[in-house]
């Protein structure tokens, strides 16, 4: 009888230990798990930040994405995102995250930013697989190369001239390393042209949900 009651009584209090234990990873799980989405937000606000130069906007860019699935007109094949950005419930610029193609190394990551009337208003490189000293000077911290964009627009110069000066276009490329500059410059000339002819449906679609 003694035996029985000693055997409920180490079930009960091994029970009640694994309750207690499992509270405390579902609480830590949570805790982490918020403090894991704030510093993405906050490091994601960041690397949009020097795309955006002289916009002035009053919404938060994270809760205004637009995941483009493939198949898109954008560049590359891989999913696209886009940012929209406001001030006063009007729309003031959109942010690309897209793929430029057949770098000297593969695909190449980039983040540009326009302004409402397709203006740009930044570019950078998100992501590469170029040399160092050669395609890697397309990086703001290696070259001022990314900088040559800034206030440009389809129009400015005329999409036939949005290339590398190599292939008759207007922009500058990297002496030595002419396959990198291409890729990225294509890549936003096609991103232009798909802003121009998308720009209301970019605005006026719902934002995608992080679980989708
Ligand atoms: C080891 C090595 C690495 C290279 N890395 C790059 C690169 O990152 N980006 C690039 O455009 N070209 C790179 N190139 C040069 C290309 O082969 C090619 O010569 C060049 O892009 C053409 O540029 P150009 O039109 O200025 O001559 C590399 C060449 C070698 C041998």
Redesign the pocket.
């Given at each position: 009888m003694k035996t029985a009651q000693s055997v409920i009584k180490s079930g009960t209090t091994l029970a009640l230990i694994a309750a207690i234990c499992t509270t405390l990873v579902a609480a830590t799980y949570e805790l982490t798990t918020e403090r894991i989405a704030a510093n993405e937000k906050s490091l994601l606000e960041k690397s949009l930040q020097p795309v955006l130069a002289g916009v002035i906007y009053d919404t938060d860019i994270g809760e205004s994405r637009l995941v483009i699935a493939p198949p898109h007109d954008l560049p590359g094949s891989d999913e696209a995102l886009i940012y929209r950005v406001y001030f006063d419930e009007q729309p003031v610029a959109a942010l690309f995250a897209v793929t430029a193609r057949n770098?000297?190394?593969g695909s190449i990551r980039i983040l540009l930013g326009v302004d409402f009337d397709g203006v740009v208003t930044g570019l950078r490189i998100l992501q590469h697989r170029?040399?160092p000293g050669?395609?890697?000077k397309i990086v703001s911290a290696r070259s001022d190369w990314v900088y040559q964009f800034d206030g440009r627009s389809i129009g400015d110069p005329d999409v036939t001239a949005w290339a590398i000066r190599?292939d008759g276009g207007e922009f500058d490329?990297?002496?030595?390393?002419?396959?990198?500059p291409r890729a990225v410059v294509n890549a936003m000339r096609d991103t232009l042209i798909y802003y121009e002819a998308h720009r209301d449906e970019i605005f006026s679609l719902p934002s995608t949900e992080d679980n989708q």
């Open positions: 770098g000297y190394s170029e040399t050669l395609g890697d190599g490329q990297l002496t030595g390393a002419s396959i990198t």
